[in-house]
């Protein structure tokens, strides 16, 4: 199977890697064309557009950051669209709009090419490892086609619904994070303002209804008030933008997840966007005056 | 060791219970005497208050609803403190208020008896089973004391800090659990309204960054809309109370839980009080126009 990898970022470039290693006929291209050297000394084709990526390509994957890049790769001058041929299957993992990859869906419907929604959580240690979380919109029978592939990327594939419904899923990941990270800082604060034991206190936590992810793997940057990466704040909030228009578009209020935003908004301003998401505790420990231990 | 155990409801009952079962020698005293009778059978003393419960015990355990029941306990007419011996030790392990445990171990330290303060997560059934969780706040000296009597009740023992302590640790517990699940519920919403398949997404998050054990294990609830119990709003809604008092003085903003609490204020009103905490869903649900799936 021909696979052409467009989109070659902190993402793209080691899943791109992993479709080598697991002897697949990779052909990538990247804006800034640099990125593709290192994939082309390993064995990877390049090409000078999107469009001739495509042009020989089973199937196309995008991993890029938003909706407005995923359009121009798709549907610009020398897009995907342009050079992909008929039964050609366009996996977008990109984490972008809901209503938009519908809407790309039915634009390349209409010359025969299919396109899934598969965007991913586990982040760049998930991307070098191949221990993605993969959410797939879009037919059925279009992710059996490309299951061997998603196989390299990530360890669960989760069918989640027609076209648009895989990002819908990662919407819901990422209002989930929102509010979840945000109530392990509050416990957190409230206890450090205390004055008790809270690493005695944070170890007595995890193992019961207050237990999350968050709580065990993200509450020690929150202690420590220093927040490596992870996933940027600055991405979150991206997606958060994403979840908040399409909520707003179905009318369901998500007030947590919407107060967590504009923190994150604050935090961008301030120059913390390229800290890990948990940093959202820096602003509820400047709340509660506890800048410094 | 003689154990006098003052409060036998939903919680203190099995917890009495299972000492009888440890072998150890329990006096029980409960407010309604009629609940003192099924452990007097199984080999209880029943004491006609909780001055005489206490007269003759090297331990107190109390465990009842709130501040007011633990204050009548220790400090009212026949109250503990009119019958215990110096160097007993009262272990307190209802949920109160932080301030008011500190308060209380002072009183009783001028008469010659410690008091730890170890509230309890896990619910009714770790209350049966033996598996709490016991945070626990005093001398760490007192606590060694009593060790082997807390064993019998829970898998996890920590000490927190100081007196009072333990009563942080489960305030930050509870608001933990209230920015969780209410997080969970939008993001379940979110997935409902969208019309995906919302049992895969559930599936598919769980193993992520945004999972939770109130994902898992409450997440059910929130789709099915019933919320079986667990632990009742309503007392969510008091330990949210103390937690948010507590907050206050220490001058600790922590708006999710207040927005929780106020969704659970509504809740109790409503008639939901005695339903599971992950009924915070039921209102998200109603916020978005999904009362009925």
Redesign the interface.
């Known amino acids: 199977m021909r696979i052409a990898f467009i989109g070659l970022g902190t993402m793209g470039a080691p899943m791109a890697g992993r479709l080598l290693d697991a002897g697949f006929d990779v052909i990538v291209h990247n804006r800034t064309r640099e990125r593709e050297r290192a994939l082309v000394e390993r064995g990877a084709t390049a090409a000078a557009s999107p469009a001739e990526a495509a042009a020989h390509a089973d199937v196309i994957v995008t991993m890029v950051s938003d909706t407005p890049d995923v359009e121009a790769i798709l549907f610009g001058p020398d897009g995907v669209a342009q050079g992909a041929r008929r039964d050609a299957i366009v996996v977008e993992m990109s984490t972008i709009a809901?209503e938009a990859v519908r809407a790309m869906g039915a634009r390349l419907a209409a010359q025969g090419v299919a396109l899934l929604d598969a965007p991913v959580?586990?982040?760049s240690e998930g991307a070098q490892q191949g221990t993605l979380?993969i959410?797939v919109?879009g037919d059925a029978a279009d992710l059996e086609r490309v299951r061997t592939v998603l196989e390299v990327f990530g360890r669960?594939i989760?069918?989640?619904?027609?076209s648009?419904?895989g990002q819908?899923?990662k919407?819901?990941?990422?209002?989930?994070?929102?509010?979840?990270y945000?109530?392990?800082a509050?416990?957190?604060?409230?206890?450090m303002?205390?004055?008790?034991?809270v690493e005695?206190?944070h170890?007595?936590?995890q193992?019961?209804?207050?237990?999350?992810?968050?709580?065990t793997?993200r509450g020690p940057n929150m202690l420590d008030n220093t927040y490596p990466l992870g996933?940027r704040v600055r991405l979150h909030r991206k997606d958060l933008g994403i979840?908040l228009d399409?909520?707003a578009a179905?009318?369901?209020?998500?007030?947590?997840?919407a107060?967590v935003a504009q923190l994150e908004t604050g935090l961008v301003k301030r120059g913390y966007g390229d800290e890990d998401v948990s940093a959202i505790a820096r602003v509820?420990r400047e709340?509660?005056?506890?800048e410094e231990r």
């Open positions: 809901p959580s586990g982040g979380s959410m919109g669960t989760t069918h989640v619904g027609p648009g419904a819908v899923a919407a819901m990941n990422q209002v989930i994070i929102a509010g979840t945000a109530a392990v509050e416990g957190l604060a409230l206890g303002a205390a004055g008790i034991d005695a206190a170890r007595a936590l193992g019961g209804a207050a237990g999350s992810w968050g709580l793997h996933f979840a399409t909520a179905l009318g369901v209020p998500i007030p947590l997840a107060y509820v709340q509660a005056g506890l």
